[in-house]
């Protein structure tokens, strides 16, 4: 494995890279870590792939910046990683926050991107159920992150970052990123020519006829609903991701 931090559009951009081959981007969750979303499938995937696993702008080594967190925003990073590495094409790999990225990466570089993973995302707001965006602590969802898992990404945070006292900032910032986003047009989602593999857990934060209607609107799209998974879940399905991704790259 190489590591390195990328100056990129004023962030030293951490990254790492495992295996030969074909580039893949892998962008991981919000308020996650490279480990957390992807650390059990890394060795699959770079066993095929030049596996470009990268930490979005606050996220683990990647230190915050005064600037705002936004979709757009975190996209340009990436476009500005591939050139920092002299990459004319990649295929991308993202999750929930990072799958967003990873979308509108595609919407707006699509010259960038050979083919598309992106699990657990949502085109419009009400996409998500709506107890994602107003939790009630006593309703009991299954869908939402437990105490463990929170504590799960407070501590692998503290464990890399530079500054491990900003958790609670970085968190509120991400999570405002995330509510924030308005999502793309029909049209524009009609406009992605890229092959795309859409991956949605059945108990997801988005609800599975959104993710059904993203497909339909995607020229070039599959979709994979994967059974007993939560959102935290998702990319933790190794033994039914590795084949699923693994067969779509080939």
């Not at 702008?57 to 920092?84: F, K, W």
């Not at 006829?209 to 979709?223: I, N, R, T, V, Y």
Request: charged letters at 20%.
């Amino acid at each position: 494995m190489a590591t390195g931090y990328a100056p990129v559009n004023g962030l030293q951009m951490y990254y790492e890279i495992h295996g030969t081959g074909r580039p893949l981007v892998l962008l991981h969750g919000g308020v996650l870590t490279i480990d957390l979303s992807f650390g059990s499938l890394i060795p699959a995937l770079s066993a095929t792939h030049q596996v470009i696993a990268v930490e979005l702008q606050g996220h683990g080594r990647t230190a915050d910046t005064d600037r705002e967190m936004t979709i757009p925003n975190l996209a340009s990073d990436v476009v500005g990683l591939l050139d920092h590495l002299g990459i004319e094409k990649a295929d991308l790999f993202g999750f929930s926050l990072g799958g967003l990225t990873a979308v509108q990466v595609a919407v707006s570089h699509p010259d960038r991107v050979g083919r598309l993973v992106a699990a657990s995302v949502h085109f419009r707001q009400d996409g998500y159920y709506e107890e994602i965006f107003n939790p009630d602590p006593d309703a009991g969802s299954r869908r939402l992150p437990t105490a463990a898992d929170f504590q799960e990404m407070q501590e692998a945070y503290e464990s890399v970052a530079s500054d491990p006292s900003h958790f609670g900032a970085f968190m509120a910032k991400t999570s405002q990123a995330a509510g924030a986003f308005r999502g793309w047009s029909d049209d524009e989602l009609r406009g992605v020519a890229v092959p795309t593999l859409l991956l949605v857990g059945d108990t997801d934060f988005v609800r599975i006829e959104h993710a059904a209607e993203m497909f339909s609107l995607l020229p070039d799209a599959q979709l994979a609903v994967i059974p007993a998974a939560t959102h935290m879940d998702v990319t933790r399905r190794i033994e039914i991701v590795v084949p699923a991704v693994a067969g779509f790259l080939k």
